[in-house]
């Protein structure tokens, strides 16, 4: 079931990592059982990865914090809906539900290309609709508000 203060944390985690210059305003927390198991945010920019969005660092956290490589049982909440990499990699790890905040429309106001990666890619319409449920749409358009009024580096 949702719970508004695992999305905050997301905000949170992506506020830090937008305010060190790490990346875009993506953050990350899996959670399992009631518990927090790992939080994290994109990383793109600082570690000169891109495959280094907020959802796969935290999922490569969880997976060292719980000493498997399997995220079953596992919620993600992230503060923009997944694009098609991550996706993939939520689904190779098991994780059970995600639950995001802006949308893929919301991610390209701000300069990020997911959709269209999402054409060339696949549609998420094969997904069940209950794996994914968008939430807090509002709180992380006012982080992609202030991602966007920053000088920063696109990619």
């Known amino acids: 079931m949702y719970n508004p203060e695992y999305m905050k944390m997301a905000i949170a985690e992506a506020k830090a990592g937008i305010e060190n210059g790490d990346g875009g305003p993506f953050g990350a927390v899996i959670v399992k059982d009631g518990e927090v198991v790992a939080a994290s945010h994109n990383q793109v920019l600082s570690n000169n990865d891109s495959t280094c969005h907020g959802e796969i660092a935290a999922i490569r956290k969880a997976e060292q914090a719980l000493d498997t490589h399997s995220l079953a049982g596992c919620e993600l909440y992230t ?30 106001k701000i300069g990020f290309r997911d959709a269209r990666m999402e054409h060339l890619i696949g549609e998420r319409s094969h997904l069940p609709e209950s794996f994914m449920e968008e939430h807090d749409r509002e709180l992380c358009l006012e982080l992609f508000d202030e991602y966007a009024k920053m000088d920063k580096t696109l990619y």
């Open 79 to 108: 503060t923009g809906e997944p694009c098609p990499m991550c996706l993939a990699a939520i689904l190779w790890a098991n994780i059970g539900k995600v639950y995001y905040g802006c949308n893929l429309e919301d991610n390209a």
